[in-house]
């Protein structure tokens, strides 16, 4: 009995154990780390390329007719991108970058491609616009794909929900996905940037990326945000990673990336280059 009792107990120590140790090519590597963060920096990149052609599409009367508010959003993008060929059927405008002289350039991104904006609804407390891109270009990323915006003023937000194809310029890298963001204005109002919470999920290079977005602060310049964190579930045998952000200087920002007791700290400059911190 006493025999027994003790293999018993060795069982389930070794269990235990077995369980709690992870083997060392379980923990997160340096190099899934990395892809981790090059994988969701591209997604960012895509998000605020859109991004900045969603907020140009934003000045426009609410609770005017959709005929008038196209008419009104028209005028503004042709005084803002003269760059810009905008043809105007309806509530809706097709919009060629760069075909025309002139500035190209909103918040810091510079465009080429083709959108259309159609202002679907425009009532007091309820406005819905919907976007198309076909290869929309940054000189960095080139996104297709659509997108629907809705309001909330009670609350000063809008919601955006997506599905984009893009592709990194240098070296055809690309991504396919879909995301569902709440957008905020940082304290120095849009010039400064957009405080983004939600969720994006797409298929890259190495499998399927699922990501949860808290709180993060981005400007329209960087290729990462700025401040927040990102929960981020991989394809690496279903590691789950925490991404997190923080300012170092105005073209650099670090990024923590974390699983379990691994921590990797690189540094992500301006123009979207990583080094280990």
């Not at 900045?52 to 005929?67: C, P, R």
């Not at 009104?72 to 970058?97: G, H, M, W």
Request: include cysteine.
């Amino acid at each position: 009995m006493v025999m027994r009792k003790l293999i018993a107990l060795l069982t389930v120590t070794f269990l235990l154990l077995n369980i709690s140790c992870k083997p060392e090519d379980e923990a997160l590597t340096a190099a899934e780390a990395r892809q981790a963060l090059e994988e969701s920096s591209l997604s960012s990149q895509a998000a605020t390329l859109i991004n900045g052609t969603v907020e140009i599409s934003t000045n426009f009367t609410i609770g005017q007719a959709v005929e008038q508010a196209a008419q009104e959003l028209r005028d503004f993008i042709t005084s803002q991108l003269p760059c810009a060929e905008i043809t105007l059927a309806n509530a809706t405008l097709t919009i060629e970058y760069g075909v025309n002289g002139g500035n190209c350039t909103w918040h810091g991104q510079t465009y080429s491609g083709s959108h259309s904006v159609t202002i679907n609804r425009n009532d007091d407390g309820d406005v819905l616009v919907s976007h198309a891109w076909d290869e929309l270009s940054n000189q960095v990323m080139s996104v297709t794909g659509t997108a629907k915006v809705t309001w909330s003023f009670a609350e000063g937000s809008r919601n955006v929900t997506h599905e984009l194809t893009w592709t990194r310029l240098f070296d055809g890298r690309q991504g396919v996905g879909s995301g569902n963001r709440t957008h905020t204005l940082l304290p120095g109002g849009i010039v400064e940037g957009i405080e983004i919470n939600g969720s994006r999920n797409w298929e890259g290079k190495a499998g399927q990326w699922d990501l949860d977005i808290d709180g993060v602060e981005v400007r329209w310049i960087d290729p990462v945000p700025q401040a927040g964190s990102y929960s981020l579930l991989t394809p690496f045998d279903g590691k789950d990673l925490t991404l997190t952000f923080e300012r170092v200087d105005e073209d650099t920002i670090e990024v923590t990336v974390s699983s379990g007791s691994a921590d990797y700290s690189f540094l992500v400059s301006k123009l979207g280059l990583i080094e280990e911190a």
